[in-house]
């Protein structure tokens, strides 16, 4: 959900960030659930995107080094990146602990060193709708969107012009 919410402000918004999706454990090439699906489509200020095109990716060691930053929603995300690809361990964060801890006042790799290096907390975790009625994945994509949108104001704030 993140990713194609993440690619909407981008696009809205002229930003140059390029975007992949990964989980920690997916089936490799499984499509998007329908839940999943109409959450996204629930959201008005979401736009059109190609949902029936996606397919999960496991997150891997090339994305690992390819990304700037890596988003987690839950504790265990953040765990199964330190485990697994230790060098995206300072570039990878709770969304939601992000938006709480980072210090507005220093540059985003900075922001991300300095949460990255705090313990994930569960009190910041998105619950994954997994397994729950559609509005259980209602409210989560309402709650990611919230917090993408908050995202992107606080990196964009420090972009040049």
């Known amino acids: 959900m993140l990713g ?8 809205a918004n002229g930003y140059d960030w390029q975007i992949r999706t990964a989980g920690t454990h997916v089936i490799e090439g499984s499509a998007m659930s329908a839940r999943t699906r109409d959450a996204l489509l629930a959201l008005e ?32 995300h953040v765990f199964f990146v330190r485990l697994n690809f230790p060098e995206g361990t300072p570039k990878t964060v709770l969304l939601h602990q992000f938006l709480r801890e980072a210090p507005l006042d220093v540059p985003l790799e900075e922001q991300l060193r300095l949460v ?31 917090m993408a949108q908050a995202f992107a104001t606080i990196v964009t704030d420090e972009e040049p012009g």
């Open 45 to 76: 200020d979401l736009g059109e995107h190609h949902y029936s095109a996606h397919r999960s990716h496991q997150l891997s060691s090339d994305d690992a080094a390819w990304a700037n930053v890596i988003l987690t929603s839950e504790a265990n």
């Open 4 to 11: 194609y919410m993440l690619t909407t402000l981008a696009k």
């Open 116 to 146: 990255a290096s705090q313990p994930p907390s569960r009190f910041f975790e998105v619950d994954d709708p997994a397994g729950g009625d559609q509005a259980a994945y209602n409210a989560c994509a309402a709650t990611l969107w919230e």
